[in-house]
């Protein structure tokens, strides 16, 4: 499942245009995501950029905070206990697929 800050109107239209196979819940106003300590505010310079590009983030999180996520990957046990956990700033870093699935192995007991 992904988690976004976008409304669920707009999580669901991304989920129709990208063909997105798995679940997206919202997360409006980054709720969840600030209790992780994921979340940062745009900085005035890149919301005139991203509005400069027809981008107006109120308008698909509802909230005029300006606020983003970090991406993340997490990996939970049936228990709720977080098993595999990675964000970083740098949002063209992901976690390697393989990692995810070893993680994902460990908690079914095939490692």
């Known amino acids: 499942m992904a988690v976004s800050p976008q409304t669920p109107d707009h ?3 991304t989920l129709l245009k990208n063909f997105l196979e798995y679940e997206v819940l919202s997360d409006v106003g980054n709720r969840v995501a600030k209790e992780y300590g994921l979340v940062y505010a745009l900085e ?3 919301r005139e950029l991203y509005r400069q590009w ?3 983030l109120p308008d698909y999180t509802a909230d005029d905070s300006w606020e983003l996520p970090l991406p993340g990957t997490f990996v939970i046990s049936p228990d ?3 098993r595999l956990a ?3 700033v740098d949002y063209t870093r992901r976690l390697e697929p393989a990692a995810i699935l070893e993680a994902i192995r460990k ?3 095939k490692s």
Do not use: K, M, V
């Open 11 to 13: 999580s669901q239209a």
């Open 44 to 46: 005035e310079p890149l």
């Open 54 to 56: 027809g981008i107006n």
């Open 80 to 82: 709720g206990i977080i």
């Open 86 to 88: 990675f964000a970083d």
């Open 107 to 109: 908690i079914a007991g």
